[in-house]
């Protein structure tokens, strides 16, 4: 399997590229090798790898700075999947691609499920969106994995300033009405490469394309996420200045930003399960691990 992967550098990328070596040839791509941003480079690209496989896990994930750069957020997050689609079609490969919880507007009860009304909140999830329509209509092979609340042992993410935030402060302010699930980048990377296998295994005529949601199972606040990560360092016998009954709750109009974010975060990840025989564990679980690397 030849696969070309975007984005290697970001969370996602760097456990891509653990997660899809044994498949076959990974040509891993940063900034450098392809700008999102620029769809003659990023056409270019395609047609001289010529993959089996486009794995899509670049995107301009700045939520609050794309409500001012909104020219380039939709540049990277709604045009490049459409060219990418278009360049898998040509060339009869699959085109699997990451998208956000942000496509809604977190009003519903429960958890979204697939085929819920999109109705994003803020710039980014509106330019998200876009990227999942052009992409799907463009590449009848295709996947799309949402996801949300992403962490890993690679680059900046809430937990990571979490811990910067209790070594530095005795308290720490944190939202505590917006709900979601924790989801390590290490475990959507291996569900990606499950599917690849099943892909590989059935071929391409009988495998069911379409668009998947993926999120660690559980649920919790930032504020429960926050208190789980501090716990998890003291245990380790590291040394803050914020404990976890330190962590504050306040709610999301104590705490303004540039964008809107969605009270309801959680994603139904049945279609997922059932579809593809995986089972997908607590929230507690994937952080655990991801702290363990960064303590």
């Given at each position: 399997m030849n696969i070309l992967l975007t984005g290697k550098d970001g969370q996602l990328g760097a456990e891509l590229r653990r997660a899809l070596a044994p498949l076959g040839a990974v040509t891993a791509t940063g900034r450098a090798e392809a700008d999102l941003a620029d769809a003659?480079?990023?056409r270019?690209?395609?047609?001289?790898?010529?993959?089996?496989?486009?794995?899509?896990?670049?995107?301009?994930?700045?939520?609050d700075r794309a409500e001012s750069e909104r020219d380039l957020a939709w540049a990277v997050n709604a045009v490049a999947p459409g060219v990418l689609g278009e360049e898998a079609a040509r060339l009869g490969?699959?085109?699997?691609?990451?998208s956000t919880d942000y496509v809604f507007d977190g009003a519903k009860e429960g958890a979204y499920?697939?085929?819920?009304?999109?109705?994003p909140l803020n710039a980014y999830g509106a330019g998200k969106l876009a990227g999942e329509r052009a992409l799907a209509a463009a590449a009848p092979r295709h996947l799309i994995l949402r996801t949300g609340?992403?962490?890993g042992a690679h680059g900046a993410n809430f937990a990571r300033t979490m811990l910067r935030l209790a070594r530095e402060r005795d308290s720490v302010r944190v939202v505590a009405d917006q709900y979601g699930a924790p989801t390590p980048a290490a475990l959507l990377a291996d569900v990606t490469a499950q599917l690849l296998r099943r892909y590989a295994r059935e071929g391409a005529e009988h495998f069911p394309y379409g668009t998947y949601h993926v999120a660690s199972s559980g649920v919790t606040s930032w504020h429960g996420y926050a208190r789980h990560v501090l716990a998890a360092a003291l245990a380790a016998?590291?040394?803050?200045?914020a404990t976890p009954d330190r962590v504050l709750p306040i709610s999301t109009a104590d705490y303004p930003t540039p964008a809107r974010r969605p009270a309801n975060s959680r994603l139904d990840t049945t279609r997922l399960r059932q579809t593809f025989g995986l089972v997908l564990p607590p929230w507690q679980d994937g952080v655990d691990r991801v702290l363990a690397h960064l303590l």
């Open positions: 003659d480079a990023l270019a690209l395609v047609r001289r790898v010529r993959p089996d496989v486009v794995v899509n896990a670049a995107a301009y994930t700045a939520v490969a699959l085109a699997v691609h990451y499920t697939e085929d819920d009304v999109p109705a609340w992403v962490l016998g590291h040394a803050l200045a």
